[in-house]
Structure formats: structure tokens, C-alpha cells
């Protein structure tokens, strides 16, 4: 079974820093194409955050460069998101996504990550 399991949203102040992590089925690590954080804001469409994708490069939207890092730990099988520098327009609900060899999309559940004073 599929799953990716996100964690380590919370309330931070602007300027301040949050890890989130996904934990990824064994079998979707091992076959992915991309690996990804995500974020939607309400009435907004999902917008890509940052990726990774099977060659080990990573992207990032024009927003977080600088401020976020993505990586991986195959032995955790996670995809991390630091977050560095946060302001509030950072404020969203996160969603972890893998996307299979075979081109299907897997979603977490969302973490919610709130920047405020």
C-alpha cells in the first residue's frame, strides 16, 4: 500500500525556521519519478513548492529559492522541506506528492503551516 504520511507543520513567527517531513512507502521510494512538496492556500490551486526528481535534481518555485532546501534520506525513506527565513505569505496547508514510474500521482494528507506575529 501507497502512502505518504506528512509532519512538522505548526505556528512560527516570521523570520522563523520549520522542517517538514514525509514518510514514503518503501516501494513508491524506490520507484518514483518525482518527489514533492506542494501548497494551497483556500480558493488557490495546489502550486508546486519544490521537487525532486529521479536524476537527483531538485526545483524550486521562483517564491522559496533561498529559503528552502528539499532532500531525501533513502534509509528514513523521506522527503524533507526546510524552511528557512519564513513569512507569512508561506502560510498553507503543505502536501506531500510522489509520482510512480508509471506516471500516478500519490498525496499526503496535508500538514498545515501558519506564519504569524
Known amino acids: 500500500q501507497v502512502q505518504l504520511v506528512e509532519s512538522g507543520g505548526g505556528l512560527v513567527q516570521p523570520g522563523g525556521s520549520l522542517r517538514l517531513s514525509c514518510e514514503a512507502s518503501?516501494?513508491?521510494?524506490?520507484?518514483?519519478?518525482?518527489l514533492g512538496w506542494y501548497r494551497q492556500t483556500p480558493g488557490n490551486e495546489r502550486e508546486l513548492v519544490a521537487a525532486?526528481?529521479?536524476?537527483?535534481?531538485?526545483t524550486y518555485a521562483d517564491s522559496v529559492k533561498g529559503r528552502f532546501t528539499i532532500s531525501k534520506d533513502n534509509n528514513k525513506s523521506t522527503i524533507d522541506l526546510q524552511m528557512n527565513n519564513l513569512k507569512p505569505e508561506d502560510t498553507a496547508t503543505y502536501y506531500c506528492?510522489?509520482?510512480?514510474?508509471?506516471?500516478?500521482?500519490?498525496w499526503g494528507q496535508g500538514t498545515q503551516v501558519t506564519v504569524s506575529s
Open positions: 506528492k510522489a509520482r510512480d514510474v508509471g506516471g500516478r500521482d500519490y
Open positions: 518503501r516501494i513508491i521510494f524506490s520507484y518514483f519519478n518525482m
Open positions: 525532486i526528481i529521479r536524476s537527483g535534481r531538485a
